[in-house]
């Protein structure tokens, strides 16, 4: 029972261990550019498989008791939620953790510069404007490369209103479902 609760390690070794490998693989994902982040294919999938058995002795010190994966697991989760909140709270945060974003084509004209930097083909960027519905380039005011790896498209045939006339009246409304049993639910009768 010992082996199962009580830890080997010391607990503020084991936070420290996991807050330098959380940093660490917050890093290397970075750099490893918004393509990758988000086009995940079956090679990306086995990667990062590896990548945290690989890195689940760094953070635990090799002592595989109940207690070490909970604080690791909560270590873990507890940076991720701080790291959210900042890039939330703060801009330069968010730039610095998540990226900003980078315009591939503006008026239907390809920014051939910002693919090579980001690794992104021609036919990739093609393949993924069809995923969308966009058969040419030329239908594009304005393609972006998110941060999160994903395109946005703004069509030329599609007019752009402002946040004011997108703005809703009540900033704040309840979501309806129809589980209400009758009170207030869309196509119910009292």
């Not at 315009?103 to 690794?119: C, I, N, P, S």
Request: proline share 4%; aromatic share 6%.
């Amino acid at each position: 029972m010992d082996a199962t609760f009580i830890p080997t390690t010391h607990l503020a070794f084991l936070v420290l261990r996991a807050v330098v490998v959380y940093l660490f693989l917050l890093l290397v994902l970075r750099l490893a550019g918004r393509r990758e982040l988000g086009q995940m294919t079956s090679f990306d999938l086995v990667l990062l498989l590896l990548i945290s058995n690989a890195v689940q002795n760094s953070i635990n010190a090799g002592d595989n008791s109940l207690t070490s994966g909970l604080v690791s697991a909560v270590v873990l989760v507890v940076l991720n939620w701080l790291a959210g909140f900042a890039a939330y709270r703060w801009r330069w945060a968010e730039r610095l953790l998540q990226g900003r974003p980078v315009r591939v084509v503006t008026d239907g004209r390809v920014h051939f510069g910002a693919l090579r930097k980001e690794l992104l083909t021609l036919a990739e960027l093609r393949s993924a404007l069809r995923k969308q519905g966009v058969a040419r380039i030329g239908e594009c005011a304005k393609v972006v490369l998110e941060p999160d790896g994903t395109l946005s498209v703004l069509r030329t045939d599609v007019p752009q209103r402002s946040a004011e006339e997108l703005a809703h009246p009540h900033p704040v409304l309840p979501h309806e479902t129809g589980s209400q049993h009758g009170r207030g639910a869309p196509g119910r009768r009292g």
